[in-house]
């Protein structure tokens, strides 16, 4: 057989193979002749949601293409928006209050929408200021769209963020190991004056407004949160003087330079943050001030948590006498492998000249005594009278904006070429066939040329302003490499997919890297042009020092008790073991301190451990505690089958034997204490839930006419011939899924036998094996990096791949939603979207505490809902939304950081979770159901045939274990 001939059956087969899966997804109707399956139930969607995608201008393009249609900048005297509004949308009217300064508008997230009205006498661009307050809510930056005459005018207007102001709650106080421990932040709630910004940072300038001449409406639409309204203003956008105006106007005026320089601890000076993860923050280099041997002083602020457009922290100073000032910082920026961070600064509300728009604080390693000058190392010099000032820093991206804009620009054309690509090469291409892909999609060749121009370009403007080469701009010079050389070979590109989707994963990762602009500072010195600086970098010598002093501390310190002090009287002290990170464990003790223990006398005595030492499966630290008699009261973060192993062995409490246990108990989901339930008790109380949503790519869905599916007929019949007709795919569910909607369950008879018997979860287990074996689902997927791809852009996830796509793929933003799973159509017509499990880590009473009633105070401390809630906005302030706490508590997750719309979806799904409960030998029930999945979709073994064969092997084990235990009963078999 020739070569020819053996590719030529190969390819065919392929066919025959592709065509039989397609035709099995569409047994139910047939198309008509050259009918495509994209239009097939165009006539037919009554039962499912289509997907719309926006498609507004960013606003640089917004306002360019206004100023190219020759409208101008607004000129005239300030307009003030009559602030009653003319009309509103939603649940909730906005509250109209006077007090002794005049009128204001309470607008809540019921008030969808609230609409204002405003004549004005030309038709020009406007900067739009707005006097605000936040109103009491979940603590989050509040979030509005805003319309004008309708219409959301730009990209960056759908999410305009108006910040909250924090304050440090206190000093700080200090642990049992004499280091001085983060404050609370509080919340006050004054009244601001600010223009519009958008919310990521990107322009230092206010945003414009295009509004014709007469009368206008503005529209305030609620995204998030609560807020006042006291005034809105139009006015013409502000002008930047340039520096040299200034200081001529400074020579005109005869002001001096002062005479002396005042040092001011940025930590103590910060006044107001725009977000509570701004804090104190502690460095140990001896030459940071101010230092106390052998501990941790909270010395500084910034570094790391300072890094996100448009956070702002306001220092405060007392000037003592007027003139004019060289201002100087002892700060670091030694992140981002070589590119520099940028800080807007105003000056007592105010940009003094254009240059503080963007200030350049440049990459290296270690600290160093920045004086805030020109390109050429020239001072600039700010003019400040005797009193109080403030001067603030947000957060910018400088000249990063258009580098930022152009990376997320590039990778959606690189992954709709990809797609394109993969419709005719399908995902695994034969490699030994020409697919001529230069001739099959218009454009390909140019579009890689322009490509990889552009990422070449984009490299040279980071080199340009970095102090070295950084590793970002060498990829991208690779990336445009890769491109050209495959523009040239066109033959190539087939081969080379793992290039093309290794090119879209870099380049969307640096587009969080290039919005990442971190700023660490010290302290500030004010004072005269050429006074002597301190120096910034500590010694070889003085290094050393600190380095032996911390060494020797480590033999007679035990950091794993981070115990905090308290002033409260101190009546009862419980040991709690927690399996998290000492950031976790110390934020649970500073609350306990906090509240806790003043309200109880109670005082806990915390112990960090790895999250596997609490588990009950194997040999760790709470198992030897327990075997040794020496276990604590509490343990914290226990994984999910642990409390029930534990109360098999007689080695946990049961919480029902305290009188408030049903009142406790209404504070979660109605299944979610299934899993530690054992013999009519329950073991554990849960600290976090996960979820199922159904993901989705609106840009994709939105292209291909793809419709959110609301049954699994709609996911089989309109969903997925549309998806495999693009060579796209869709994430599978598990096994639960289909078991819990078709009504079965896990064990019967109170878990003395498997109820995989029946006809509910035989069908159940069917659905699920059918999703790879006649439907063609994969069998493994990274879902996050093939859903950014857009390969998948479906699936069913839970929390992890959430929060991975609100932090990770800044790329896709507007891009991708979620909705609810796919159910079954019940008889009475509604659909049952059931799922499961939920509980994640659990806290429990240990069987051998002598002070249970105290454990169990703790317990309704630790999981109400004042204390969920109050964690997890600690826990962000303090590490960021990728620590977001999926609290179990569902008053608290209501009342948690997540976005509205999102989480509103969450909890209407999180009505239909489901669980299974843990019994003796119940954990080789899924080993033997995935063993069984195993055997039907790799073996090819009938489905009904491998079923039955794992039930006989899970009641074999559940038998085992219930003589074991002394539980099998033989006339229950």
């Known amino acids: 057989m020739s070569a020819y001939t053996a590719r030529f059956l190969k390819k065919f087969s392929s066919f025959v193979l592709c065509f039989s899966v397609i035709a099995s997804t569409m047994s139910t109707a047939v198309a008509d002749p050259g009918q495509m399956l994209k239009e097939k139930y165009r006539d037919d969607l009554e039962n499912v949601e289509q997907v719309k995608v926006t498609d507004e201008k960013v606003y640089r393009d917004y306002r360019n293409d206004a100023l190219a249609s020759g409208v101008k900048d607004y000129d005239g005297e300030d307009i003030i928006v009559p602030i009653v509004p003319v009309s509103f949308e939603g649940e909730m009217e906005p509250k109209i209050v006077t007090d002794e300064e005049g009128t204001y508008i309470e607008t809540y997230e019921e008030s969808e929408f609230v609409t204002f009205s405003v004549n004005v006498p030309k038709t020009a661009l406007y900067q739009m200021d707005v006097t605000y307050m936040p109103l009491e809510g979940s603590g989050t930056v509040i979030q509005r769209a805003i319309h004008i005459n309708g219409k959301v005018p730009f990209d960056e207007a759908f999410n305009i963020a108006f910040n909250r102001r924090w304050v440090d709650d206190g000093e700080p106080k200090r642990n049992t190991l004499g280091d001085e421990v983060r404050q609370k932040q509080k919340e006050v709630f004054v009244f601001t004056k600010t223009p519009l910004y958008d919310s990521q940072g990107y322009y230092e300038e206010p945003l414009t407004f295009l509004l014709n001449e007469g009368l206008n409406t503005i529209t305030f639409e609620v995204v998030d949160e609560p807020m006042a309204i006291r005034e809105i203003v139009l006015r013409k956008p502000e002008e930047f003087r340039p520096y040299s105006e200034v200081l001529e106007e400074y020579k005109r005026n005869g002001y001096k330079e002062v005479s002396e320089s005042t040092l001011y601890e940025a930590e103590i000076a910060a006044i107001y943050k725009s977000d509570p993860v701004l804090r104190r923050s502690s460095d140990s280099d001896p030459k940071t001030q101010p230092r106390e041997r052998h501990i941790k002083k909270l010395n500084m602020i910034g570094g790391w948590s300072w890094r996100t457009g448009g956070q702002e922290i306001i220092f405060e100073f007392d000037i003592k006498e007027d003139g004019l000032y060289q201002i100087s910082m002892r700060d670091q920026q030694s992140w981002n492998d070589g590119l520099p961070s940028y800080r807007q600064i105003k000056i007592d509300g105010k940009v003094p000249f254009a240059e503080m728009n963007t200030v350049k604080f440049h990459y290296e390693r270690g600290w160093r005594m920045d004086t805030i000058s020109d390109d050429e190392g020239n001072p600039y010099l700010f003019y400040l009278t005797k009193g109080r000032h403030e001067i603030s820093m947000r957060v910018v991206m400088g000249p990063l904006t258009d580098v930022i804009f152009g990376v997320m620009e590039k990778t959606i054309e690189l992954s709709e070429w990809y797609r394109k690509i993969i419709l005719i090469t399908s995902t695994n291409p034969d490699v030994n066939f020409e697919y001529k892909l230069d001739k099959t999609i218009p454009g390909l060749i140019d579009g890689f040329k322009a490509l990889s121009e552009d990422l070449k370009e984009m490299g040279d403007i980071i080199t340009s302003i970095s102090v070295k080469v950084p590793s970002m701009a060498n990829n991208f010079y690779t990336i445009s490499d890769q491109l050209r050389d495959m523009a040239r070979k066109p033959d190539t590109i087939s081969r080379k997919l793992d290039d093309l989707n290794n090119a879209q994963r870099n380049l969307g990762t640096y587009i969080n890297e290039l919005k990442t602009r971190p700023l660490a500072i010290d302290y500030f010195i004010f004072g005269p042009t050429g006074q002597k600086l301190p120096k910034a970098k500590s010694g070889f010598w003085e290094k050393s020092v600190v380095t032996w002093d911390n060494f020797l501390r480590s033999f007679t310190v035990d950091y794993d008790n981070i115990t905090t002090f308290t002033d409260a009287e101190v009546n009862e002290v419980?040991?709690?073991?927690?399996?998290?990170?000492?950031?976790?464990?110390?934020?649970?003790?500073?609350?306990?301190?906090?509240?806790?223990?003043?309200?109880?006398?109670?005082?806990?005595?915390?112990?960090?451990?790895?999250?596997?030492?609490?588990?009950?499966?194997?040999?760790?630290?709470?198992?030897?505690?327990?075997?040794?008699?020496?276990?604590?009261?509490?343990?914290?973060?226990?994984?999910?089958?642990?409390?029930?192993?534990?109360?098999?062995?007689?080695?946990?409490?049961?919480?029902?034997q305290f009188e408030d246990f049903d009142e406790v108990a209404k504070r979660f989901n109605k299944t979610i204490l299934t899993p530690f339930e054992y013999k009519g008790g329950v073991f554990a109380l849960p600290d976090q839930m996960d979820f199922q949503v159904l993901m989705y790519r609106k840009d994709i869905l939105s292209e291909l006419?793809?419709?959110?599916?609301?049954?699994?007929?709609?996911?089989?019949?309109?969903?997925?011939?549309?998806?495999?007709?693009?060579?796209?795919?869709?994430?599978?569910?598990?096994?639960?899924?289909?078991?819990?909607?078709?009504?079965?369950?896990?064990?019967?008879?109170?878990?003395?036998?498997?109820?995989l018997d029946t006809a509910e979860a035989y069908q159940a287990f069917k659905m699920w094996t059918d999703q790879y074996v006649s439907y063609g689902m994969p069998v493994q997927s990274d879902f996050f990096n093939r859903f950014r791809n857009g390969e998948m852009p479906m699936g069913i996830v839970g929390y992890s791949d959430y929060i991975k796509m609100t932090t990770a793929a800044p790329e896709l933003f507007g891009r991708w939603d979620i909705t609810y799973i796919p159910g079954m159509l019940k008889e009475n017509g509604e659909i049952d979207r059931s799922f499961g499990p939920i509980a994640g880590l659990t806290t429990m009473i240990m069987g051998q505490s002598k002070k249970k009633e105290a454990a169990w105070e703790f317990l309704k401390w630790w999981t109400s809902e004042e204390t969920q809630t109050q964690f997890g906005r600690e826990l962000e302030s303090l590490l960021g939304i990728e620590a977001r706490w999926n609290s179990a508590n569902v008053a608290a997750f209501e009342n948690s950081a997540w976005d509205k719309k999102h989480k509103d979806i969450i909890l209407d799904q999180l009505k239909w979770a489901k669980e299974m409960p843990n019994v003796l030998g119940g954990y080789f029930t899924s080993r033997h159901v995935n063993n069984a999945w195993t055997m039907v979709v790799t073996g090819g073994q009938n489905p009904r045939d491998s079923l039955e064969q794992a039930v006989k092997d899970i009641n074999k084990e559940l038998r085992s274990k219930q003589e074991e235990y002394g539980e099998y009963v033989e006339d229950e078999e």
């Open 574 to 656: 419980i040991d709690v073991w927690i399996g998290r990170g000492k950031d976790w464990a110390q934020l649970v003790q500073q609350l306990a301190d906090e509240d806790f223990t003043p309200k109880t006398g109670i005082r806990i005595n915390m112990n960090i451990l790895p999250s596997g030492q609490l588990s009950a499966g194997s040999v760790n630290a709470l198992m030897l505690a327990v075997t040794s008699g020496r276990a604590p009261d509490v343990a914290s973060g226990v994984d999910v089958t642990s409390p029930v192993e534990f109360a098999i062995r007689n080695a946990a409490t049961d919480l029902r």
């Open 705 to 755: 006419g793809v419709p959110l599916p609301k049954t699994w007929n709609d996911v089989y019949e309109k969903v997925l011939p549309i998806l495999y007709e693009n060579q796209l795919e869709f994430l599978p569910a598990g096994f639960n899924v289909f078991l819990y909607q078709l009504g079965g369950s896990y064990y019967r008879d109170n878990g003395k036998k498997s109820n």
